[in-house]
């Protein structure tokens, strides 16, 4: 499956931004869909992640309540609606997607087999 992260820019503290997850090649049926994070210097971080067939959705501890994954069936896109943003959001963004992922690795970037090409989010103070 080949995905298209698109969606980020730049926003101030407080702002809301959205990013898409667009899947081609097939639908995300059976799939298990993640968002992940990357700033400069640091480790890839786990934000988000949803089970497409079921809708169950894991959070970051950190980011639940900010974030918010969802998914649009007729556009086979999973979304992240990201609220009262702060600086330290800012990263580069990618959607990831694993055909076969256990509970306990949901929020493990190497458990995921296909990445987008990842998207740039700003944050100014």
């Known amino acids: 499956v080949q995905l298209q992260a698109s969606g980020g820019g730049s926003a101030q503290t407080g702002d809301s931004l959205g990013l898409s997850c667009t899947a081609s090649?097939?639908?995300?049926?059976?799939?298990?869909i993640g968002w992940f994070r990357q700033a400069p210097g640091k480790e890839r971080e786990f934000v988000a992640a949803m089970k497409w067939n079921s809708r169950s959705t894991y959070y970051s501890n950190s980011l639940r309540g900010r974030f918010t994954i969802s998914r649009d069936n007729g556009r086979n896109t999973v979304s992240l609606q990201m609220n009262n943003l702060k600086p330290e959001d800012t990263a580069v963004y990618y959607c990831?997607?694993?055909?076969?992922?256990?509970?306990?690795?949901?929020?493990?970037?190497?458990?995921?087999?296909?990445w987008g090409q990842g998207t740039q989010v700003t944050v100014s103070s």
């Open positions: 090649g097939r639908t995300f049926s059976g799939y298990t």
């Open positions: 990831a997607a694993s055909g076969s992922i256990i509970q306990s690795s949901i929020q493990n970037h190497l458990a995921y087999a296909y």
